[in-house]
């Protein structure tokens, strides 16, 4: 969240922590959901795409577990007082910039998609 770099890291830490509590929440749904879809139309028109687009959407989950939750955890930690500052601003620049990884996936699935249906 780039206009977390706005703000004081004090203040930037719950802000981000909030959104961050907020968006788990939606964003296996989500994938859930562009999986079964992407699934289920293949499976009706065998369109390679629909699968492509679906199975992006669900290695986001690997990429966070393996990437951006050990950043994650270490910010919640250093918000919950267990560990000591760690540098706030650069774990939120380094979650900005795995995050965008997981942006550039939602695009290409996206863009697998709509080429698969307009092909």
Request: proline fraction near 4%.
């Amino acid at each position: 969240m780039p206009a977390l770099r706005k703000i004081s890291n004090e203040n930037a830490l719950p802000v981000w922590a909030h959104s961050y509590n907020i968006g788990k929440k939606l964003q296996v749904g989500f994938i859930m959901t562009s999986l079964v879809t992407g699934v289920s139309v293949y499976s009706r028109t065998e369109n390679p795409y629909y699968l492509a687009g679906s199975l992006i959407m669900t290695s986001i989950i690997p990429y966070t577990l393996a990437f951006i939750m050990p950043v994650n955890n270490t910010l919640l930690s250093i918000l919950d007082g267990k560990k000591s500052d760690g540098n706030i601003e650069r774990l939120l620049t380094k979650w900005d910039q795995l995050h965008f990884g997981r942006t550039l996936m939602g695009v290409a699935a996206f863009g697998l998609v709509l080429y698969g249906e307009l092909s």
